[in-house]
């Protein structure tokens, strides 16, 4: 994969950088997990104090195509100035006139954002052909072009894929720091092997158990999934999440579970609630009598502490997904345990624990850790199990020599 480095010297030249820069923000527009903006900041300051003039594009939300400045990214625009300690001009278009004007502008080591790459409907245009012409304006503002965005070196879009095409390219820090460590992941992880999976976008996260099971000791099934599992295991889930139509799927997996020796772990008691909300009735249910009126949304006190059991030996951990409903108070017990037992593996035999995906990053944070009591919190959650499941990340192989 080339290197900063490769693209020689960067003083005076225009680099545009795809970053990752999708935070989530509250009602009021306010952002509420600032990861990813601070995991881009060591790669902006790296090409401005070469001299580069550096041109940072990224996404936010999914805005459909035109501008809606409910998704603007002038918000991330300040907090990513306070963070590089300079300031950050910021164009309120992608590839027009206040992009060129603000390029045009640009003095040696100052750094530019411009706005939502998707109010333009060519970045996420699903033919090559339909986002050429967006790839080539963003390319016709840079001379080079560095791909930071681990977040989305899965997707075949303009400013990922295509643009890599068109500039000389090489990938920035962070994406060659999470490589690294999906690849510690991938190649001779060191044993115990366990994998948490959970969180809300079940099919997505179905589709790697296959892969998994051929690498992990253990898979320990937690969020929204485990109602599916529960379901083919013949037992009633009431209203919980489910995806019926994967309900085959799934006891393939369990018998390929038991034909391999993976031990898959479920939960044994699910809170359920009457409505997905906090302030909604809820108990503590065996999770084979989940009641037809109610919804689960967190894993049991008695789950808690099986799941850390079997987190306590593990060498390599990857957790994806949170166990619940964790911004709700009443259904974040089983998330802050998992996360206290990545954070206490850490610390006693220097586990690799790796967190992928946006919101358990968030849950993570939002219990009061900070990111070194972890091996490695990644910022992309779809990149990293699209990874581990073995599939060729677009933006990756664009970036090979
Ligand atoms: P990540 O961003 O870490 O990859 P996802 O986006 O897949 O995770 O899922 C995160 C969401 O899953 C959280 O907002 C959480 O509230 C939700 N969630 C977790 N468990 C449940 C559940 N049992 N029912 C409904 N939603 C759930
Ligand atoms: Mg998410």
Redesign the pocket.
Known sequence: MKTIADLGDLRGRRVLVRSDLNVPLDDAGAITDDGRVRASVPTLQELSSQGARVIVCAHLGRPKGKPDQKYSLQPVATRLAELLGQPVAFATDTVGESARAAVGALEDGQVLLLENLRFNAGETAPTAEERREFAEQLAGLADAFVSDGFGVVHREQASVFDIARLLPAAAGGLVRTEVEVMKRLTEDPARPYAVVL????VSDKLGVIDNLLAKADRLLIG??MVFTFLRAQGHEVGR??LEEDQVEAVRGYLRTAEETGVEIVLPTDIVAATEFSAEADHDVVPADEIPPDRL??DIGPDSARLFAEKLADARTVFW???M????MEPYAAGTRAVARALVDITAAHDALTVVG????AAAVRQFGHSDDEFGHISTG?GASLEFLEGATLPGLEVLED
Request: net charge negative; aromatic share 4%; hydrophobic share 25%.
């Open positions: 959970g969180g809300a976008k969020g929204g919980s999440l689960g949304l994806n997904g949170p619940g409903a964790f911004e995906g946006g919101d358990s959650g």
